[in-house]
């Protein structure tokens, strides 16, 4: 199975899948993946029209280098059909809803070997992007999070989180399992995608983009939205600044400069640098893709 390094997605848009109107300019938005919606966007009596859409969709939303994507179903009928509609060249990553194991991911992913087989694709070239959206999968994040080489990335789905613990989509609901989630994904070295608050409030994009900023910091590295107007937030703020880019380049050139001296630690701009810090300038370069 071939299988790659976690991705670099700041930005991953839901597009209701039987919408003509939003998929058709889905791929000029700015975002790095489109999330085309087979879930909780389409109403049952609409998702078989959806899925005989994907193909065209799927298309145009590659045309210019977007990652396109396919969110599925979670009941095993509803989950295959999906499985059968999707699974094409073009198609980047299944997002997979109300994860609560890692034996069903693994299905899934048995699954998706044996479609990608019988359709000349590369076996393990579809990636899996996991949404965490009830309780008692909290229980289970770390085995979840590893559960198989294909699964890119993990986010909480706050809604559907905040909504099964009686509680509202705030801060106070919010944090602790968006960090369970975030320390579970570094953990097994998959993508950490996320914030903490409502991913449906949209109208104070003011307010967003400190979400967003907090969240990179807290050390997130992408997040899903509905809306355009949060893309070009999430790119800004999940690309690295020049000045963070110059800080990395200097502490990676001082760090090669001090073990040639046989020095684990060196000084840089008044503040001690060791290997905790040029992990972390390591990642900001990564994140610059250099």
Do not use: C
Request: avoid cysteine; charge should be negative.
């Amino acid at each position: 199975m071939t299988t790659a390094a976690p991705p670099r997605w700041r930005s991953l848009m839901f597009v209701p899948a039987h919408v003509e109107r939003f998929v058709a300019k889905a791929h000029l938005r700015g975002a790095d993946a489109v999330i085309l919606d087979l879930e909780d966007a389409v109403p049952a009596a609409e998702k078989p029209a959806a899925r005989a859409t994907l193909a065209g969709s799927i298309a145009s939303i590659t045309s210019n280098g977007t990652a396109a994507m396919v969110r599925v179903n979670h009941g095993l009928l509803e989950l295959a059909r999906d499985l059968e509609a999707a699974v094409m060249p073009g198609l980047a990553a299944l997002v997979v809803p109300k994860v609560e194991d890692a034996g069903y991911i693994r299905e899934i992913a048995d699954a998706l070997a044996t479609l990608e087989i019988a359709r000349g694709l590369p076996v393990g070239g579809i990636r899996l992007v996991l949404q965490i959206e009830t309780p008692v999968a909290l229980f289970s994040l770390p085995a979840i999070a590893a559960s198989h080489p294909r699964v890119a990335a993990m986010t909480l789905g706050p809604e559907d989180y905040s909504a099964a613990m009686g509680g509202v989509p705030e801060a106070d609901v919010l944090f602790t399992p968006n960090y369970a989630v975030l320390a579970a994904a570094r953990a097994a070295g998959v993508l950490p995608l996320g914030f903490v608050g409502s991913i449906g409030a949209y109208d104070d994009i003011e307010a967003f983009s400190e979400t967003i900023r907090r969240a990179r910091r807290m050390g997130f590295r992408g997040a899903l939205v509905v809306h355009p107007s949060q893309v070009a937030v999430l790119n800004d703020a999940f690309s690295p600044s020049a000045a963070e880019i110059d800080w990395a380049r200097r502490v990676r050139e001082g760090d090669i400069a001090a073990r040639a001296e046989g020095r684990g630690a060196f000084q840089l701009d008044g503040r001690m640098v060791d290997a905790p810090v040029v992990r972390r300038a390591d990642e900001i370069l990564a994140m610059a893709g250099g």
